[in-house]
């Protein structure tokens, strides 16, 4: 059974950058698809970007792109999300996840399709 857990949250400036780290532990993650969302209190968890199973392959929701950026080291077993010109409104807990099957669903976003979900970090940006 494979865990994930997210790491790098915490409290940065407006306009400032980011890098949340994603580990899988219990057996070796290749060809799936990872996930980030997030989710701000009082509202719906939200997809923010995804890596195919190449690691070759990224999708943004257009709120992100060019600010966010998704990537991969299977040799670690480690997905990241860069973060740069945050924003007040990035403030959220953050949450990876992973898709097994390689679900088309899941690289564009559907996050019911994601079997595996870490515990979750905190992007707090301040003004």
């Known amino acids: 059974q494979v865990q994930l857990v997210e790491s790098g949250g915490g409290l940065v400036q407006a306009g400032g950058s980011l890098r949340l780290s994603c580990s899988a532990s219990g057996r070796t993650v290749t060809s799936v698809h990872w996930g980030w969302f997030r989710q701000a209190p009082g509202k719906e968890r939200e997809f923010v970007g995804s890596i195919n199973g190449r690691g070759d392959t990224t999708y943004y929701p257009d709120f992100v792109k060019g600010r966010f950026t998704v990537s991969r080291d299977n040799a670690k077993n480690t997905m990241y999300l860069q973060m740069h010109n945050l924003r007040i409104e990035d403030t959220a807990v953050y949450y990876c996840?992973?898709?097994?099957?390689?679900?088309?669903?899941?690289?564009?976003?559907?996050?019911?399709?994601?079997?595996?979900w870490g515990r979750g970090t905190q992007v707090t940006v301040s003004s």
């Open positions: 996840a992973l898709d097994s099957f390689e679900n088309s669903g899941s690289f564009y976003g559907g996050k019911e399709w994601y079997q595996t």
